[in-house]
Each structure stands twice: as structure tokens, then as C-alpha cells.
């Protein structure tokens, strides 16, 4: 996962926690700033802040992992979220994979130029 998703991840997950940064600081025992950056997708946290954080945001490795396909589909209405929620984590990548597929045909048929039209006589 790119800096900017995990970053994100970790903002989202740290608000549902009721933390703020410098709460989350504290017990991290290091700078406000650190999580600042984490957050702005500037930096990743070392290894051990890592498992820190995990433990103090109650996030399992399945949530870490599967978090870009979470983040993607946090715009999508509430019930479609409560159904991915309810899959497997394999099924709920497959649902998301096959949705950015159908979105990207969309587009490419939306920015494709209209056919000419026949002419009169031609089959």
C-alpha cells in the first residue's frame, strides 16, 4: 500500500478511536508531528511504531492489508459498504476489482468518439 493510502488509513481509523494526533503521539511516545506525517502520506512508521499502532487503533492485519479496497470503497452508499463488509475478504477484493473494471469501460466508451453514421444504400 502506497504512503498516501496508509496514511489515510491511519487518520480515518485514529479518529474512530476518539484519538487525536497528539493523544496518539503520547502514546506512541514520540512527536505529534511523526503521526502528522504518517498521516499526510509522508512517512511510514517503523516497524514497532507499526505494531504499536495496530494495537492501540484494535486494527488486525486483515484491515491493514485490505485497507486501500476499503478506503476506495468508503464513497460508495452505506448499504453497498455493509454488504462488502459482510463478505470474505477475497470475495470483497473480487467485487471491488470487478467494479473498477465496469468503471473503466464506462469511461473508455464515454470518451470514445460516436461511429459515423451509414450512408444511404450501404448495408
Do not use: W
Not at 86 to 105: D, F, N, P
Amino acid at each position: 500500500m502506497d504512503k498516501i493510502t496508509f496514511g489515510k488509513f491511519i487518520r480515518e481509523n485514529r479518529k474512530k478511536a476518539g484519538l487525536t494526533q497528539t493523544e496518539l503521539a503520547a502514546a506512541l511516545m514520540v512527536n505529534p508531528n511523526s503521526i502528522g506525517n504518517i498521516e499526510r502520506g509522508q512517512t511510514y512508521p517503523d516497524a514497532e511504531k507499526l505494531f504499536r499502532l495496530i494495537v492501540l487503533l484494535d486494527l488486525s492485519i486483515d484491515a491493514l492489508m485490505f485497507a486501500e479496497s476499503r478506503l476506495e470503497a468508503s464513497h460508495l452508499p452505506p448499504e453497498l459498504n455493509e454488504g462488502l463488509d459482510a463478505l470474505s475478504a477475497e470475495h470483497r477484493g473480487i467485487v471491488l476489482e470487478t467494479m473498477k473494471t465496469l468503471i473503466a469501460q464506462l469511461r473508455q466508451k464515454a470518451s470514445a468518439p460516436a461511429c459515423a453514421p451509414k450512408r444511404g444504400g450501404e448495408s
